[in-house]
């Protein structure tokens, strides 16, 4: 499997997925790109991820600083919020590659602003809102890349079932 389209009912489903996801990764390195609108859910479903690797604090978009880096015991996992990048060559300043390291959790918001310098990532998670019974929700839409990622989906499938259609 590939692909996976879930609803999210509300912000605690967006958390959760971000715990499923989470959970499966720790103990090995990743590339995540988050897609979607100014507050389609990235930092939200970021939010869970981190909870998943064991931290219960606050989860801000890094947005002036581009990464917000999280050193916990479980691994590192980086937070990218690309939005203010004017040029992705300033990612090679920066010294991009530090990060992207193959050990490290990497979660990207805007990765479209790091064209091209960005390396390929293993899930592209893409965040938007969509209308339901019960009120404004999030279609996601998980796209795996990379032969761990179409694993890592595998599981979410049943896992998430209150999350089909
Ligand atoms: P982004 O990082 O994409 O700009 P945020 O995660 O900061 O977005 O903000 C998303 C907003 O949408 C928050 O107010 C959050 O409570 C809300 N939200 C997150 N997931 C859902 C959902 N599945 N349904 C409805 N609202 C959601
Ligand atoms: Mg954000």
Redesign the pocket.
Known sequence: MTELSLF????????ALGQAIGAQLIGQGAVIY?S????????????GVLQAFGYSGNVK?PTYTLVEPYELAAGCVYHF?LYRLADPEELEYMGIREYFDGQSLCLV?WPIKGEGILPTPDLQIS?S?QASDA????R?VITALSPMAKRLIEPLNDSLRNNKT
């Open positions: 999210l009912h509300d912000e605690t489903d967006t958390v988050l979607g609108t100014l507050g389609a859910g990235k930092t939200t479903f970021t939010r978009s919020d918001e965040l809102a009120g404004i929700g999030r996601a």
